[in-house]
């Protein structure tokens, strides 16, 4: 018997999906599944393809090849559409209407019978719907980009860099905000070049570098490869051959201290040390930001 097309079941799947603008690239043959319910951060420096790849899921551009599948069917179906949040990287619209007025625009655009939890999210992104978008700061913009996203409890959250412009008390109300679309069963798709939010919010990642899909992994599988700093201090002499231990990298000597990277098992590491008197160590933990610059450097190795 045939297994069900994974297009129609995934959230998200894009198979050999490619992008230029003329000879410019855009993306390049990207091959991409997210399933239903996963929280996918997808990471790149600028440039690299991340709102490119986003634009294609909306259907606001069309692929120079590739197919593009979301909530099991074509992004420009309206059916689909409607059951999408977008919040752009930087949100504007309708410079003459205030956030109420929004409100009431978008319920009525999107067929709702009430907008009550938008007047909810207005409330916890401590947002005044009273003034007009063109009176508004860019962080309070990007609320009401947030709240036009979720307004409507979507299947699909599409952002993009979305606390871009917000202050720190409000991210910490927005991830709130996710992770109860999460528990609702949403999929949530979101871009960033900020390691810490998407280890935050994120189980997998995605890495762009220049268009190409560079890396698609869970954040405990990249920890696993990542770089952990320590600090060892000797009761005398740092051993001589220390650096040559399986898995220790970038070891540099300061008197009898020793600091250094670990890549992979620590076992052989510790082995080392269990010959030599000991008086400290410290563990700096993962540092995944050394992995991700990898990645965007083009070395992963």
């Known amino acids: ?3 069900e097309d994974p297009r129609l079941t995934a959230a998200i ?3 050999g999906v490619s992008k230029f603008y003329g000879k410019q690239r855009g993306v390049v043959d990207l091959d991409l599944e997210i399933e239903t319910g996963d929280v ?7 440039g690299a393809g991340k709102t490119t790849t986003i634009r294609l899921l909306l259907d606001l551009i069309r692929p120079t090849s590739g197919t593009v599948h979301v909530l099991g069917g074509h992004p420009s179906d309206p059916a689909i559409r409607r059951r999408i949040g977008y919040l752009p990287g ?3 619209l309708y410079e003459n209407l205030s956030t109420a007025e929004l409100v009431e625009y978008f319920g009525g655009l999107r067929g709702l019978d009430s907008v009550d939890y938008a007047w909810q ?7 005044d719907t009273a003034r007009q978008m063109k009176d508004l700061s860019k962080g309070n913009r ?3 980009g947030a709240l036009q996203a979720l307004m409507h409890q979507p299947d699909l959250l599409v952002l993009d860099e979305p606390t871009s412009a917000l202050d720190p008390l409000v991210q910490q109300t927005f991830y709130e905000l996710l992770a109860e679309a999460h528990d609702q069963g949403a999929t949530i798709f979101f871009s960033s070049h900020v390691l810490s939010e998407v280890e935050r919010v994120a189980d997998r990642v995605g890495i762009i570098r220049e268009g190409v899909l560079a890396e698609v992994e869970t954040l405990e599988a990249l920890r696993s490869r990542a770089v952990r700093r320590y600090e060892v201090t000797f009761a005398g002499p740092v051993p001589a051959g220390l650096g040559s231990t399986p898995g220790v ?3 540099e000597v300061d008197g009898n201290v020793a600091a ?3 890549v992979g098992p620590l076992g052989p590491f510790l082995s080392a040390l269990a010959t030599f008197e000991v008086v400290d160590l410290y563990g700096h933990g993962v540092d995944l930001e050394e992995l991700f610059l990898s990645f965007y450097q083009g070395d992963a190795s």
């Open 121 to 127: 999210l207005a409330e916890r992104l401590d947002l």
């Open 13 to 15: 799947a894009l198979r």
């Open 249 to 251: 990298r970038d070891l």
């Open 40 to 46: 996918f951060g997808y990471l790149g420096p600028n």
């Open 142 to 144: 990007q609320k009401v």
């Open 90 to 92: 930087d949100f504007g």
């Open 1 to 3: 018997m045939r297994s």
């Open 260 to 262: 250094c990277g670990i």
